[in-house]
Structure formats: C-alpha cells, structure tokens
C-alpha cells in the first residue's frame, strides 16, 4: 500500500471545459511515500528496464563545443517532468544529451504561441506539450507538421488507453501525440454531512447510490436535501454537473464526420435537463467553479458532493484544509469520465528529431508515468502502468485512505472514445457561462437560457 498526499499548487490548475477563468494545470497531486531504499531500488529497476543504448546526434548535429546534443521541451503550467527528476534520469541513460524546459504558465498564453510557430516552421521547442482541449485543432489541421510517434521504437498502443491513444491520432490513422496524464472522474464527498441527512457513508455504498445514472446522482440529492445538514446543499454547482456528464459521453458537442452536433446531442441534452434540474431544485450551492468562493465553499463545507477528477484531490485538501481532513472520501461517479489530461508532440520543423522522438517515447512509457504519478500525482494516460504497486496500492490518507489507484483506475479504463472537436472549449464555456450559470444563480428559465447560449455559441462558431 502507499500513501498518498501533496499539497496543491494554485499556479499549475489546469485548463478546463468547465467555463472561462481557471488555472492551467492541477499541480502536484498526491505524492506516495515509501521508504528511500525501496525508492531507490524500484527507480533503478525503472530506469534499467528503459535503458537506451547509444547516443547519437538525431537529426541536427552537436549545440556546442562539448559536443552535447540540447533538447528543448516547451510545456505550460507545471508539468512536473524536472521536479520529477525523470530529465535528469533520461540524461544520466543518454550522456550526450541535455534537456532544457521552457514553461508559460498559462495555456491560454501558450497555445496560441504553439500554433504561430507551428506555422512559421520557426521557434518551436524539439518537443511540445498539447493540452487536450487543443489535441482536436492539432490533429485536425497541424499533423502534416508533426513527427509520426505510434510507430516510434517502444511506443505500443496497447500500453495506452484506447480513448488516450484515439485522440492523439488523426482520421487517416497517423498518430502524432503520445498522452501523457489524464483526468478520470469520481465523486468526492462529505461523509459527515451524508451521515447527518441520513445516507449512507461507505464509499462503496455511496456509489451505489447512482450507479450508472446521473439521474440517479440527482436522485440522491433529492434525498440529501430533505434532511440536509442548515446551510449545506448536496452539490456545488450545476455546470459541475453537466461537464461532468457530457465528460462521460462519447458523443457530445461534435459529430463523427466533424459537424457541430451539440444542439441535437442525446448526452448535451441530458447534461442540461439533469443539471437544470438540479439547478431549479434547490440542489446546488450556487458557486462557479474555480473562484473564491467556491474555493471557501470548500472550507466552509457549504456542499456534500463535487465531481472530482484525480487530480482535483491536491486541490479539495488545499481549500478544506486540516478541518476537512478525515470527513472528505472518494466514491465512483455514476458513469466513468474524463476531465484533463496533455500529450507530447514532435514538430518535423525540431533541429533534432529523432532524439526528440526518443525522449517524447521515454517520457510517457508507462515506467516514467508510474514514477510521475509516484512522485507529482499525475494519473497515468498509459494503462499499463496501472498494475504496478505505485498505482494500484495508492491511498490517499486525507480522503479516509480511500483506494485512488483502484477508483480512478477503473474510472479510467471505462471512459468512452469521445469524438473531439476544435470548438469543444468555446462550446462548454457557452453552455456553462451563458447558460446554465444563468439558470443558477439569476433563476432565468432553462429554455431561455438554452438559447441564449446557442446563440451566443453559434456566432462564436460563425453558424
């Protein structure tokens, strides 16, 4: 077993589809603890299976007169990489070559700087970092400009998760971005508020609650609230809800042939009737994600349940803080979900190609992604590593010693292939923002803000 706990890092949230306003990157999450010698043997054991045997010049040539090849790594927020020391250890496996990270801390600044360069064939880093709100436009438009990485020496697509290894590769099967974390969805809750209205409080029985049905998630809130704790409410927002629906579903805002679907989708409708729902009820706290006041909820303990990627944990504990210790666990959502996660790139305009191919492959095999879940607490996109000690016998002591590696495992393992679109972001944020926001905290009809919202979507998207 290991035991798990980091403390979260407000500048390295990440980008979310959740509405305008977030943080980039969730930072480090939880960090397991083993004694330093069985560390040490189990990161020489890691580094000694992913040897890499010579070192050579890739595609560009010597950087210096010490003969030593520099690679560039351009990411956003705090991927955790260097804090990691995973540079270090490809370094010390690789002689001949230095890595050197590049970081802008918010992915709304970096993006845009990506695409740019992207399109000049100038001042890209040897790899780039893609945030999976972006994966769509990147593979859509960009791949011509990228490294072929599925058929690199020791990537196998049967290490990652089919819906991971699916969004990095474009319509004719060309894959150009390796995952690197991912966001698989659970339900963290109050085990003393849902003992003072009467529910049950085992993590088990909590998520049999609404087992495969958000319906049934909003059945238990109608429970909750008829004996809720004065002052609480069972959730902490609608638009919570409905991402954390349309975030379970395979088809959602676009179809499969690339049309905007979002007005006809089964998943966006039920999103916003069962979010509404618990928006008219009474249900909610009333509180935009991501905000002071949410973040007090927190601390105030003013909701019972949140939807709750893996690495949202670092920051429930961070906002809680010592009182919610203990009082905070961890059930399975009502159907598994996704929210975060980044790739690695290759741009073909890099000075040194293969060697950034080399390091993009060793960064995200499953052994790197154990040891970084190990050490920063970033859920791994390759599902091979999940049988390892690091993942599958991870606690988390502040949630009750709740079995993260199990719950977000098979959260993880049951997430559908969703069909990305280049516009999911600006579609999300309106749905949330414009629309159902409006139905919370104004009391504005659901179809009138329905509307409002595929308006404003509609013009964004120039419908």
Known sequence: MFVVEVPYRED???SRTRGAGAPDRPGPRPRPRRPRRARRARAAALLAGALLAGCCAGGGGDDGADGRIRLTVGVFGSFGYAEAGLYDAYTRLRPGVVVEQTSIARNENYYPQLLTHLGSGSGLADV???EVNNIAEITATQADRLVELGTAEGVRKEDFLPWKWAQGTTRDGRTVALGTDVGPQAVCYRKDLFARAGLPTDREEVGRLWAGDWRAYLAAGRRYRANAPAGTAFVDSASGVMAAITGSSALRFYGADGTVVYRSSPAVREAWSVAAAFATGG??????QFTPAWDQGFANGTF?????PAWMLGYIQDKAGPAGRGRWDVAAAPRPGNW???FLVVPRAGRHRAEAVRLAAWLTAPAQQAVLFERRGSFPSASAAYAGPSVAGARHPYF????????????????????LGPKD??????????GMLQVEQRGEPPGDAWRSAVRTIDNALDR
């Not at 249900?283 to 935009?288: N, P, Y």
């Not at 019972?304 to 709750?308: G, I």
């Not at 079995?403 to 292939?417: E, N, T, Y």
């Not at 972001?425 to 414009?434: E, F, P, R």
């Open 340 to 342: 975060g996660g980044s």
């Open 12 to 14: 390295a949230m990440r």
């Open 304 to 308: 019972a349940t949140v939807s709750c």
């Open 400 to 419: 009750g010693g709740a079995p993260i590696g199990a719950v977000f495992s098979r959260a993880a393992r049951g997430v559908p292939v969703t069909i």
């Open 425 to 434: 972001l600006v579609i999300a944020q309106n749905l949330a923002d414009v």
């Open 128 to 130: 780039q970092a893609v």
């Open 283 to 288: 249900l909610t706290a009333r509180l935009q």
